[in-house]
């Protein structure tokens, strides 16, 4: 054998000791194991139109202009109270995302989450370096012991006990608040510019609110989580996640869209088209095999016809009796409303 | 057949939560940590102090086009960060574990000795040294990605496998490989 067959067969072999991941699984903390949140759509870019909205099941309305909350023109819509906001940030930075848990939410994650970047998200709308993040969660969710045993060293954010390492300032602004301050990990901004947006940050009075109000969803499911992104009032997508157990729905409106082919149905008056799929998950990379489920895929997008897209998407588990029917997607739509005064002022700012 | 608008394909768009994350891809990446830190008991570690924190950020990552190669960068910088360099000493070998191979006379186990010995030797390597031949003879990385993973340029990269793998030759007995 020559030198990198050897070294080939030892890596292999060494592969083999390695632990039952079980145990790795076993000492995450227990929120990882029960808790799932709903898969996602990325809506993509094909037109940056100006911002439309539509109540579904009505005639069309006139395209919509973004507003400030006090402008809402919709009753019922679900908002989320911004608890913080940094002050201080550096030059260029504009805010891109904002995401908060519903009040109504059972899921046990970080409660809220905004993003700010120099340069303006790309097409698929995922967060391009360099980025500031502030993500606000409960203080039992404390990672202070895991951050400290990474090797992480004490700070002080305005008389409040903190932990940073090359790239998170995490701190508990309250007893039961912790608050994070994030940057690229492998492109991290300087520690003092870190600091001195932790030590910047202020309580917000602003609120996030949805461009979307669900009248009616299947047995069982509850609307969770708010995801709002975009470059400008002119460019945005705003999500709302709504998980249960293997299912998960989504139902988002924004001025992107990925087509699908699929059935041309009318949905409420406007062209729209389903598609049901399925994506094999049963290859881990290693020629595993790791799950005998496929994921089926319903996805129905319905064109409003004035700039912006309805799409709601289900996913479940083919191998399970809980499903989200074709029927159930259709009536999803039909009963959404979409606020013709959306609050997006706050993007690119 | 998918639709495709611009650049874009539907199967992209599919993000993965944290929980499913871990429900498909915890075995293979304990498995890469494994190799990587050459130790299985600080890969364990290694894999719980990450995920942890991948899990706080999850909605950031989960949004990367290669959520599962971010993890593994990672996995790679905290087994090379100063608190991990120390305990990636502690793998090292009495030098009498390696001595009792040499100077072995052959007989039929000599393969399954070698490729023990191969496996002792590479543990007393340099972590970076060590990480290096990793990520090619597991995860069949270029220099450039190497490079990427461990922060350094391609010539560093070369002169770590270079070294690493005269580190080896040296220490084999060299009537059991021809190298």
Same mark, same amino acid.
């Given at each position: 054998m020559n030198i990198d067959d050897l070294v080939r067969d030892a890596v292999r072999r060494q592969e083999m000791?390695? /632990?039952?991941? +079980? =145990? !790795?699984?076993?000492?995450?903390?227990?929120?990882?194991? =029960?808790?799932?949140?709903? #898969?996602?759509?990325? !809506?993509m870019a094909t037109a940056a139109a100006a911002i439309a909205a539509v109540t579904v099941p009505a005639v069309l309305q006139d395209p919509p202009v973004a507003s400030p909350p006090a402008a809402a023109a919709l009753a019922g819509l679900t908002t989320v109270p911004l608890r913080y906001e940094p002050t201080w940030l550096p030059g260029g930075m504009a805010e891109r995302e904002r995401a908060a848990l519903?009040?109504?939410?059972?899921?046990?994650? +970080?409660? %809220? =989450?905004?993003?700010?970047? $120099?340069?303006?998200?790309?097409?698929?709308? $995922?967060?391009?370096?360099? @980025? !500031?993040?502030?993500? !606000?969660?409960?203080a039992d969710h404390d990672p202070r012991e895991h951050l400290l045993a990474a090797g992480q060293h004490p700070v002080d954010i305005n008389?409040?006990?903190?932990?940073?390492?090359?790239?998170?300032?995490?701190?508990?602004?309250?007893?039961?608040?912790?608050?994070?301050?994030?940057?690229?990990?492998?492109a991290p901004l300087p520690d003092a510019d870190l600091l001195r947006i932790a030590r910047s940050v202020r309580p917000d009075h602003d609120r996030l609110r949805a461009a979307l #109000?669900?009248?009616?969803?299947?047995?069982? @499911?509850?609307? %969770?989580?708010?995801d709002q992104r975009g470059n400008s009032p002119a460019e945005w997508q705003s999500r709302i996640d709504v998980p249960n157990g293997h299912r998960a729905l989504s139902v988002q409106i924004g001025t992107r869209v990925t087509r699908q082919p699929g059935e041309r149905l009318t949905v409420n008056g406007h062209p729209a088209t389903l598609s049901i799929g399925d994506d094999t998950d049963s290859d881990d990379g290693t020629g595993d095999v790791v799950s005998p489920n496929t994921v089926v895929d319903v996805t129905l997008?319905?064109?409003? +016809?004035?700039?912006?897209?309805?799409? /709601?998407?289900?996913? =479940?588990?083919?191998?399970?009796? +809980?499903?989200?029917s074709r029927a159930d997607v259709i009536k999803i739509a039909e009963n959404t409303v979409v606020d013709p005064h959306p609050y997006l002022d706050w993007l690119g700012r | 057949m998918r639709f495709r608008i611009g650049l874009f394909d539907l199967s992209q768009e599919l993000s993965v939560n944290f929980e499913e994350f871990v429900a498909t891809r915890l075995g293979a990446l304990v498995r890469y940590a494994t190799v990587v830190t050459w130790d299985a008991h600080l890969a364990e570690d290694i894999t719980q102090?990450?995920?942890?924190?991948?899990?706080?950020?999850?909605?950031?990552?989960?949004?990367?086009?290669?959520?599962?190669?971010?993890?593994?960068?990672?996995?790679?910088?905290?087994?090379?960060?100063?608190?991990?360099r120390r305990a990636a000493r502690l793998v090292l070998l009495p030098a009498e574990s390696i001595e009792e191979h040499t100077g072995h006379l052959a007989d039929g186990t000599?393969? &399954?000795?070698?490729?023990?010995? &191969?496996?002792?030797?590479?543990?007393?390597l340099p972590p970076k040294q060590r990480a290096a031949i990793a990520l090619r003879y597991y995860e069949d990385l270029t220099d450039e990605q190497i490079g990427e993973l461990l922060g350094c340029r391609t010539g560093t &990269?070369?002169?770590?496998?270079?070294r690493g793998l005269a580190a080896l030759r040296e220490a084999l007995p060299s009537e059991r490989a021809s190298i």
């Open positions: 000791l390695a /632990v039952d991941p +079980e =145990h !790795v699984r076993a000492a995450l903390p227990v929120r990882t194991t =029960h808790r799932r949140r709903g #898969r996602t759509v990325l !809506v519903l009040p109504t939410s059972s899921l046990d994650m +970080e409660a %809220q =989450h905004r993003t700010w970047t $120099k340069s303006a998200l790309p097409d698929d709308l $995922k967060t391009p370096d360099p @980025f !500031v993040t502030l993500t !606000v969660t409960r008389g409040r006990p903190g932990w940073s390492d090359s790239h998170t300032v995490a701190w508990t602004i309250t007893d039961d608040t912790m608050l994070l301050v994030t940057s690229p990990e492998l #109000r669900l009248d009616w969803l299947p047995a069982g @499911f509850e609307a %969770q989580r708010l997008t319905v064109d409003l +016809e004035n700039g912006t897209y309805l799409t /709601v998407r289900a996913t =479940h588990l083919s191998n399970t009796t +809980e499903t989200v | 102090d990450v995920l942890v924190r991948a899990q706080a950020r999850w909605a950031r990552i989960e949004r990367l086009d290669a959520p599962e190669q971010y993890v593994k960068r990672m996995v790679v910088n905290e087994f090379l960060s100063w608190r991990r000599d393969a &399954v000795d070698d490729l023990d010995l &191969v496996r002792r030797l590479i543990a007393r &990269v070369r002169s770590y496998l270079s």
